[in-house]
């Protein structure tokens, strides 16, 4: 397990191959802006939106730590469309806690998935899907998260470790404030091997191949007893032959 706890950062013109070869790649903000060929602040214009998340009503740990918004979309062939607003599920298989039950979340907004930098985070997020399993048509789901220290501790995976069932995960850090803990670790799926870091700058990209390894995020707490934490998450999942649950 590698001691260190910065995230081992990969050059955007290594990140195809870096995800074929570790199975999991990590872009620093300056690299996400690169990649995506857009100035960060496009990206950062998309942070507002994490303020006006509601509550995930299916906690069943009877938590009230999440907040959360749900978008599904399709991509082939360089066009993005957006699906009708559905369920989130998932096989128990993938996830114990709350697989195997229909997840209605609120839509994300009209505005945000309008916006040029969204289009284009989920392009080349649908880009980095082919470049592991071929070209293809995409099946995106989009989770924006809060993870709050409201109630004293916010569970980011209360799932434990796990894969999602899908191709390809990417896991953007939006912000974190005043809070300790939220660890990254990422696990060969069938192997012994295993990293673990902390994400800090707001549109640090980590990108997993679901297929190889199982990931988790630690608890968090407030770095002062009784004092507001949160930490803000995008995740997308690409899979390809349909939504999970079809």
């Known amino acids: 397990m590698n001691s260190a706890f910065s995230p081992p950062f990969t ?14 790649a990590v872009l620093n903000p300056r690299g996400v802006a690169e990649w995506l060929g857009l100035p960060l602040a496009e990206l950062e214009a998309l942070q507002a939106d994490w303020e006006q998340l509601p509550p995930d009503e299916y906690l069943k740990d009877g ?13 082939e062939g ?33 505005e945000t998935v309008a916006m040029p930098a969204w289009r284009r985070l989920l392009l080349k997020t649908a880009e980095a899907a082919a470049a592991l399993r071929g070209d293809q048509r995409w099946y995106i789901e989009a989770h924006q998260f809060r993870i709050d220290t409201e109630g004293g501790i916010g569970r980011p ?75 803000d998450t995008l995740v997308l999942t690409c899979r390809a032959g349909g939504f999970q649950g079809d």
């Open 63 to 75: 938590g009230r730590y999440r907040r959360r918004r749900h978008a599904c979309f399709t991509t």
């Open 157 to 231: 995976t209360p799932e434990g470790a796990h894969r999602d069932g899908v191709d390809l995960v990417a896991v953007a850090l939006i912000g974190r404030h005043g809070i300790k803990g939220g660890e990254t670790r990422v696990f060969e799926a069938e192997g012994r091997r295993g990293e673990r870091f902390t994400l800090t700058e707001p549109w640090t990209l980590m990108l997993l191949d679901d297929q190889r390894v199982i990931h988790e995020s630690t608890p968090i707490q407030p770095l002062a007893p009784g004092a507001p934490g949160w930490r």
């Open 11 to 24: 050059p955007p013109d290594e990140l195809a191959a870096t995800l074929r070869q570790e199975g999991y």
């Open 78 to 110: 360089g066009a993005l469309v957006q699906a009708p607003h559905r369920a989130h599920w998932q096989p128990v298989e993938y996830n114990a806690l709350h697989g195997g039950m229909q997840r209605w979340f609120a839509p994300m907004a009209p």
